[in-house]
């Protein structure tokens, strides 16, 4: 089959320098030299039992719907000839299957009812998935690519994060359907120009922070040499997956799955990835992550992602956007037939990936709070012992602590530490855990408040004994004087452990905004997370109370006064 | 951005200062937040102070109930619930005039729910206080609600992560700007300067006004101020 494949090539090849077919209206010859060494091993087991398959087998070619309009994926290059990484994609089809390709130049306009006419086999045309073009083609699963939002900046842009931009200006065309949900999603503001031109030359002049735009069109920009050392740093986001289509009728039919075999194929021996790295094309998340999914193996060391017995790919490995509840059972039923009867995307319940993150930021909170509780104890406990130490000097460095950490604002205390203490650091090679650096400065913070109740308990016995000193042996004495206060210190800490979400520690609410930006369910998100902080302090304050209680059990308890 | 590699620490220094304007001028919206939450859950506050102290019993369980929530919601939390939950804009009904909210407004609407649940706590003793004609304890809230208000004005500075310019966010702003990363140290200790040098003082007078007040209307002493933070 390869050598006749070859032949085929050599023929098309030659024809094209002979007969300078080049563009010519509607149908194009094949790329000369666009062949890869790729495994074919669906197209042994080909059955034939789809009519389009067969159509294509005996009259020899394959008609590819591709683009002419959208550079990179389907454009033209200088010489006017068609070119892109979506025109490899149909080569690579027709070599797999043996025949020759004939490229067909279609639009987003046509592109559809070209298949429904039967005048294209298949479509590769940065087709978006939609539950509505579900309804008039079929489209291939799993995705080839996927289409996204990021971010044109200037060369001196010092934007890293999509959350550096909150509260920020940054420009965009009117008429952008991901306008109004990256707003939502990543709270900016956004300034709305009527023309791309107008929002680029804003960001060159420093209107705003930069040009938020599809990716795929950014990516083709930055290649101009009018925006040489403009850059698009930011992860894509917002990923609208794009699928082959073929025609209605082939629904499940043998060519529906020989493509979707391809396109895993694809995906797995690192294909796309290579054609996207090729056509200069920034690294997608779409690609890698979709590849380490695809490659992943069971215990067997069989694939993951194989068909079941009713030809459909798992469930863990389609995107949930359409995957119905029907396919499914457990967990991601439950959370499926939700989202279809309420609206409500509960997607920490349904996918698997997102319960992950989820469940890890929830024990990552408890263990800041637990460790933030012991640390305010440590440090008040210590610092109320410096505050009565011998020498003066010791005495006024407690002192003085006690005022920097009563007095700055722990986030401000954690920045100092991480970045102004840590880029010092950083010259020695030394690198801070921002988890640590939070516990220690929210550990600051409250235990200046914990050593002061501390000290308020220690002057109460000194009243009685002038030359009492607090010392971790004499607790007892001090605990149920100092209890109250201290027990409100701690609760106070707890409620402020996801300050450590401003300095990437993977805590409940950083992963929930992160979980919240890709999904969308903002709503939902954001009323489970303060629920569950709510119920987290409560449960808290129920503790501590029941500690409390252990420990002055029999002493007088005071009321607290204003 | 064409700075040199290394800065002599004097001239970083210099730099952060010709910045202070700028970020002062961050300061004054941090000032401004936690005035507005001040206002806002005093006001509030003193509703549930009234209705915990009312006679009939479900009106009673309702203020005890919401000062249990106002106490216990982590504010940052709550600003970041605030600033994606609510609309940056509304339209009021029938006119079509619009009005915007700021984000500083949203997080001033966040750090209120704290003060909230510290005036309904303090405000109820002070009332019940009132009513039985012991008038001095009554007003030694006043200390003790100048004083939360000071730590109101540090936890306003959470706001700058959902990107209101105040303070902090100044600071990271001209961080980023100058590209420079020995301007952090620096830069972040002004911040902290100017925290600490406007609320210490501001707490040593409250404290001894408190303590004087004490000494003056009290007949028994009592614990410190037990409430929660934000």
Redesign the interface.
């Known amino acids: 089959m390869s050598a006749a494949c070859g032949m085929v090539w050599a023929r098309l090849a030659g024809l094209l320098m002979a007969g300078g077919l080049v563009f010519a209206g509607l149908f194009m010859g094949a790329p000369a030299g666009a062949q890869w060494v790729a495994p074919a091993s669906a197209t042994a087991a080909l059955p034939g039992d789809s009519e389009r398959l067969a159509l294509i087998q005996r009259r020899g070619s394959l008609v590819v719907g591709v683009k002419t309009d959208y550079p990179l994926f389907g454009g033209l290059n200088a010489q006017g000839e068609p070119e892109g990484l979506e025109h490899d994609l149909a080569a690579d089809l027709a070599r797999r299957l043996g025949v020759r390709l004939t490229r067909v130049s279609v639009t987003s306009a046509n592109r559809l009812q070209r298949l429904e006419e039967g005048s294209v086999d298949v479509v590769i045309a940065t087709l978006g998935d939609t539950a509505e073009r579900r309804r008039i083609a079929t489209l291939i699963e799993p995705h080839y690519y996927a289409s996204g939002v990021t971010l044109f900046v200037r060369p ?1 842009s ?1 934007v890293r994060e999509w959350s550096d ?4 200006t940054v420009c965009a065309t009117q008429g952008a359907y991901f306008n109004r949900e990256m707003a ?1 999603r990543y ?1 900016l503001d956004l300034q709305i120009y009527n023309l791309p031109r107008d929002a680029r030359l804003a960001v060159r002049d420093g209107r705003c922070a930069g040009y938020l735009f599809d990716h795929t069109a950014i990516a083709a920009d930055l290649r101009q040499p009018e925006w040489a050392g403009y850059r698009a740093p930011l992860p894509v986001v917002l990923n609208a997956p794009w699928a082959i289509a073929i025609s209605r009728k082939e629904r499940g039919s043998a060519f529906d799955r020989w493509l979707g075999d391809t396109v895993a194929d694809w995906h797995r021996s690192g294909f796309l990835l290579e054609r996207e790295r090729a056509w200069g094309l920034p690294a997608s998340r779409f690609l890698k992550d979709t590849r380490e999914l695809w490659s992943r193996q069971q215990a067997d060391g069989t694939p993951m992602c194989l068909r079941g017995i009713d030809g459909q790919w798992p469930a863990a490995c389609r995107n949930p956007a359409f995957v119905s509840s029907a396919e499914v059972s457990g967990l991601m039923q439950w959370g499926l037939r939700l989202r279809e009867t309420t609206g409500i995307d509960l997607s920490i319940v349904y996918d698997p990936e997102d319960r992950r993150a989820f469940g890890s930021g929830l024990m990552m909170t408890l263990g800041l709070t637990l460790a933030c509780i012991a640390g305010s104890l440590l440090v008040g406990l210590a610092g109320a012992m410096l505050r009565e130490a011998r020498w003066s000097l010791v005495r006024a460095f407690a002192a003085f602590s006690n ?2 950490g ?4 722990p ?3 954690i ?2 530490l991480l ?3 840590g ?2 650091l950083a010259e020695y090679g030394l690198r801070l855990s921002p988890f640590w650096v939070a516990v220690a400065c929210l550990s600051f913070y409250t235990g200046a408040g914990v050593m ?2 501390l000290r ?1 308990a220690a002057l109460v016995h000194r009243q009685t004994d002038p030359d009492y000193r607090i010392h971790p042996r004499r607790l007892a004495s001090i605990v149920p004087l100092a209890s ?2 201290v027990v ?1 210190a701690l ?2 800490v707890a ?2 452990t ?2 450590a ?2 300095v990437a520690v993977p805590e409940l ?1 950083s992963v929930t ?1 992160t979980i ?1 930006a890709e999904r969308g369910n ?2 939902v998100m ?1 009323n489970i ?2 629920v569950l ?2 119920l987290l ?2 449960a808290l ?1 129920r503790l501590l109370g029941l500690i409390e209680q252990r420990l002055v059990r029999g002493a007088p308890r ?5 | 951005m064409n700075l040199p590699e290394h800065q002599t620490l004097t001239e970083s220094l210099i730099e952060t200062l010709t910045w202070l304007p700028f970020l002062l001028e961050g300061f004054g919206l941090n000032l401004l937040i936690s005035a507005l939450a001040m206002l806002m859950g005093t006001l509030c506050g003193a509703v549930l102070a009234q209705a915990r102290l009312s006679r009939p019993p479900t009106l009673r369980r309702a203020g005890h109930l919401l000062t249990e929530l106002t106490r216990n919601v982590p504010t940052f939390v709550f600003l970041y619930y605030l600033a994606f939950m609510l609309p940056t804009e509304i339209r009021l009904p029938g006119g079509g005039e619009i009005w915007l909210i700021p984000g500083w407004v949203k997080a001033a609407l966040a750090l209120s729910i704290a003060v909230t649940g510290f005036c309904a706590d303090n405000l109820s003793l002070a009332l019940a206080a009132w009513r039985e004609g012991d008038h001095g304890r009554a007003l030694l809230i006043i200390p003790s609600w100048a004083g939360y208000g000071l730590i109101i004005v540090m936890a306003s500075s959470t706001a700058s992560v959902v990107g209101v310019p105040e303070l902090l966010s100044r600071c990271n702003t001209v961080i980023a700007a100058t590209g420079n990363t020995g301007m952090m140290l620096p830069v972040y200790a002004l911040a902290c300067a100017i925290f600490v040098l406007t609320c210490w003082p501001l707490i040593q007078v409250m404290d001894h006004l408190k303590r004087r007040m004490m000494d003056r209307y009290l007949r028994y002493p009592l614990a410190t101020a037990r409430g929660g933070r934000p």
Not at chain 1, 165 to 168: A, D, E, I, K, V
Not at chain 1, 558 to 562: A, D, G, L
């Open positions: 001196d010092p931009l909150r509260g920020q939502r709270l005022v920097l009563r007095m700055t604002p986030l401000l205390q920045y100092l970045f102004g203490i880029a010092l002061s109740a308020e109250g206060a409100a609760i106070n409620k402020a996801m300050m979400s401003a609410l905004t919240m903002v709503g954001m997370v303060l902080f709510l302090i409560m304050v005071r009321k607290s006064v204003v």
